[in-house]
Nanobody, 121 residues
Framework: VQVVESGGGLVQPGGSLRLSCAASGNIFNIYDMGWYRQTPEKQREMVAI???????DYPDSVKGRFTISRDNAKNTVYLQMNSLKPEDTAVYYCKAQLTLTTQTYRRDDYWGQGTQVTVSS
């Protein structure tokens, strides 16, 4: 199984970025998908999570600015980030909770390699 993020980069404060994450391989079913971020100074934190039914949740720090969505047919999750602030600078990771075709009874978390988001003027 591969989980691959894309869409990071450098953006000015107040700008927008859209991250994408695609899961591929011998996947049977995908449940929750989420975005997390980490800096050298902080532990990894959740910034958005979405169930396979489309129910989303956000921490207060990004609520109203970030929107998570998913395309179940493409095993893909997106993160639209608006009104970006310097404190949003971090490596953003995607996580997919899924079952394999060879182990349909067991859910495991699979992480991407991360994509850097830098908010700076």
């Amino acid at each position: 199984v591969q989980v691959v993020e894309s869409g990071g980069g450098l953006v000015q404060p107040g700008g927008s970025l859209r991250l994408s994450c695609a899961a591929s391989g011998n996947i049977f079913n995908i449940y929750d998908m989420g975005w997390y971020r980490q800096t050298p100074e902080k532990q990894r934190e959740m910034v958005a999570i979405i169930t396979n039914f489309g129910q989303a949740d956000y921490p207060d720090s990004v609520k109203g600015r970030f929107t998570i969505s998913r395309d179940n047919a493409k095993n893909t999750v997106y993160l639209q980030m608006n009104s970006l602030k310097p404190e949003d600078t971090a490596v953003y990771y995607c996580k997919a909770q899924l079952t394999l075709t060879t182990q349909t009874y067991r859910r495991d978390d699979y992480w991407g390699q991360g994509t850097q988001v830098t908010v700076s003027s």
